[in-house]
């Protein structure tokens, strides 16, 4: 019989085994051991490349935290920015949810609302083209559409696991926003239907496109209902074009004379390129720069067809007293362009000379009539097998606003025959209104996050952090 100091000494080394096992088996070539001017955490990070076709030489950038204490029983989660064409490490990770947050272009600071607090975040740069994300083979380029960006999606994600296998049987979520309407819910539909192992849960999506009538007719209703816009420039884009057909015509190569007169006359009362930010209309400008995750909206806004008037006064000087979340994303872009930081991400750039948070060759070759196309039914689709979902809105957003995105969560919930289980009221933070909520069934629940922009967490960090955190645990957001 063995002695009890044995029995101890021996047990001690097998967990001592099975530890170093466990930390082993995590890929050490895309360890992040630090990060430029990082200060100092706990967790580990990992960054690198996943093939997703061999053939033609093309991978996809992942950049992954774990959460910051007990990552072994917490959840993972997928999340995927918009665009199409914008990158989830440029904007998701480094100005909105991430451990870290750019200080103008030369330090990161800890971010005091990440969401690797709660989970294991895994940040994707897809398709190839985004950020550091590429395609050897340029003519992949030109057969960019929401099907490819799946598939390949669903590729990365069976080699990111066999990478890190601890997690191939951990909760998994996918959440995302803008065109991650489509991104997020057509990943969950293959993963599904091609019967993966996967442990999915739910969807998060924010701010999402997912009817195009829908959401960017909700858009004129937006800017007359917060004074954007004259009750005599409404009635016109009501009644000679709406915004969706402008977008429409304006990708079909050919713009009507209804659509000129509609947008001459909004041009005339405010232009989204030297007054307001529609992202976040409440918002001050970063006059020195301009970015948008919604990149079909922004070539056309941008477009010689939709610029009618100038001001001579509108120089694009920076203001040297600007708060730095004004530039958050101009800092974070200058930021992945150092060449520390992409040595100590194992990133490289190739082909282009500059790290982008919106590819222009994804967001001028990706399939202009995949946006048309609805996926609130596919969201549907995921509600009758179970799957929870939510979808918010930061209700400072006029591009994707969020009386579109109600209307459609509502008639998605009747369309389904789910009743109201929770009903329309205000959630609260610290005692003060954090947004609206409402929840139908026992899956579905949709909310708004008050003062938010499009990327809700970017301006309002902590309730977009306890709405993360409510919907990975399933419970409602709270009540006064």
Known sequence: MFSQPLILVTTILATSLLISSLVNSFPEADRVKSL??????????????VPVD???????FYYFVEAQTNPASKPLVLWLNGGPGCTSVGVGAF??????????????????????????????????????????????????NDEVTAR??????????????????????????????????????????????????????????????????????????????????????????????VIREYFNGHISTDCLVAAQKLSEEYSFTSFIDPYYVIGDKCLSYNISQAGFLREMLNSDMFQFRKSNNMQQIEDPDQQIDKCIMKYSEMY??????????????????????????????????????????????LLKLGLR??????????????????????????????????????????????GWTQIYGNHLTYATVRGASHATPATQPKRSFLLFNAFIQGKPLPKA
Request: a positive charge.
């Open 152 to 245: 390949d999606s669903l590729v990365f994600l069976q080699r990111w696991f066999a990478k890190f296998p601890e997690y191939k049987n951990r909760d998994f979520y996918i959440m995302g926003e803008s065109y991650g309407g489509h991104y997020v819910p057509q990943l969950a539909e293959l993963i599904i239907k091609t019967k993966l192992n996967f442990k999915l849960k739910g969807i998060a999506i924010g701010n999402p496109l997912l009817d195009f009538d829908t959401d960017m007719n909700a858009a004129d209703e937006y800017y007359w209902s917060h004074g954007i816009i004259s009750d005599y420039a409404y009635k016109i884009k009501t009644s000679l074009c709406n915004s969706s057909r």
């Open 336 to 381: 992945l362009n150092r060449k520390d930081v992409q040595n100590a991400l194992h990133a490289r750039l190739v082909g282009t000379t500059n790290y982008r948070l919106c590819s222009k060759i994804v967001q001028t070759n990706y399939d202009s009539l995949n946006r048309e196309i609805p996926t609130i039914n596919v969201v549907g689709f």
């Open 95 to 144: 100005t909105e949810h991430g451990p870290f947050v750019t200080n103008q272009g030369e330090a990161i600071e800890k971010n005091k609302y990440s969401w690797n607090k709660e989970a294991n975040i895994l940040y994707l740069e897809s398709p190839a083209g985004v950020g550091f994300s590429y395609s050897l083979d340029l003519s992949f380029y030109k057969t960019l």
């Open 389 to 434: 979902v939510t979808v918010y809105s930061g209700d400072q957003d006029s591009v994707i606003p969020f009386m579109g995105t109600r209307r459609l969560v509502d008639g998605l919930a009747k369309t389904l025959g789910l009743r109201t289980t929770v009903p329309y009221g205000a959630w609260f933070v610290d005692k003060q209104v954090g």
């Open 36 to 49: 430029p001017y990082q200060p100092p955490v706990s967790f580990q990070q990992f960054a690198g490349y």
């Open 54 to 60: 061999d053939k033609n030489q093309r991978a996809l």
